[in-house]
């Protein structure tokens, strides 16, 4: 089945669900957020205004400054101490739940046809990985991502009551820095697509080398498996070649752009002061805010860069809900009415993909209260025909009578 396209808008509510399922524990944890970056600011501008105060030995002006700096840090303290508890370790137990509570009512109703072609115990494993995926990437955003993001508009603020000037070329910088980032970052993530459906074959044909060491003993097969999992692995080795230069255009691109823009500052600083349109102490409050927002800045992008490697595993969990089939027959059609369990075969027909043929127009009977035995090499179909008998999964082709009745027309339930 075709995925279908769904917008930014639809793609990112999506994304945030369990932060509005959780409403509480994620309230709980912006409002603290805002705090400490709105406390940070304010620190640096009564820090500003001290020095000023010290420069004009105004003593009066700076005792209240020091009084409401001192206040603000014990305020600061009592709130992280408050709030020590409203933290990512409960976030991420509350929306772990969420995304299992959805997605595991979801492949409970899959058709186990799609999930037997690529293995349950595989499908599982990825599940797992990618729903875990998803709560990581929540949680960073909000340990992380907002406390920084916050802070950065706070600050533009900030600079924008010292000088409109030093704003526009701070804002300009900013945006240059999110343009190359996004740019970076999309060209890679093609690689990473890639490099996330390799892992997913070598995770494969490990677990198949486990399940099946005996056939492989007996065929002298191991170093042909060991070469398989060593050449897919030489093509994960060119993923991340192509990826880590991304990475470091991404970098150098970012750090070009903040240290030539703390040297413009600089120099418009100069201009200014020379002109007298700006004092020394507003200028190191500036500079003092420039260099927090470099860290921030670097943090930013270092967890974008690891936004864009981990939602691959996200996307690719919506992609397979969104394009798997569900059982169709659960509450459909009749009863099953018990009587003495005679199967009948007809022609039954069964493959995972049309390369595949496991079952060509098969015929079986199996009797009531008679032992019947399915003896077959490995990889044969045993279990796949004791799966079809059970109607865990459906044929392409068949007439299955249990008791005379055809199973595809009775409810699974």
Known sequence: MKRKKITFIQGFKRFLKPVFDEKIISLKWLLPTIWWSVVGIILVFLLKEITNSISNWNIENISFLLTIFVWFLILF????????????????????????????????????????????????????????????????????????????????????????????????????????????????KPYRDIRRDLNIWITKKFVTILMSKFEILQNKKVDQEVDYIKTELGKNIKMNFHINNM??????????????????????????????????????????????????????????????????????VWEFFDTTKSIKWYEKWKKFEYKKWNIEIKDLSYWYTKKTLVFDKLNLKIKWWNVTALVWNSWSGKSTLVKLIAWYIHTNKWSLLVDKQEINKIALK
């Open 247 to 316: 990475n470091i255009i991404t970098d150098m691109s970012v750090r070009f752009l903040i240290d030539w823009s703390k040297v413009a500052i600089i120099l418009l600083f100069a201009f200014w002061y020379w002109k007298d349109v700006i004092n020394i102490w507003e200028f190191v409050s500036l500079m003092s805010i420039i260099y927090i927002l470099d860290q921030m800045l670097t943090s930013l992008t270092d967890n974008y860069k690891t936004y864009t490697k981990t939602f691959v595993n996200v996307d690719k």
């Open 77 to 188: 303290y009592i709130i992280l101490i408050f709030t020590r508890q409203w933290t990512h370790s409960v976030m991420w137990p509350r929306y772990r739940g969420v995304v299992y509570k959805k997605f595991i009512n979801k492949y409970i109703h899959l058709d186990n046809n799609e999930i037997e072609k690529v293995w349950t115990w595989k499908l599982i494993a990825m599940l797992d990985k990618w729903l875990f995926s998803w709560v990581e990437i929540l949680v960073v955003w909000f340990v992380s991502i907002l406390p920084n993001i916050v802070f950065i508009l706070f600050s533009f603020v900030f600079i924008a009551f010292i000088n409109i000037y030093y704003f526009l070329v701070v804002i300009t910088i900013f945006i240059l820095i999110l343009f190359l980032t996004y740019v970076t970052q999309a060209k890679a």
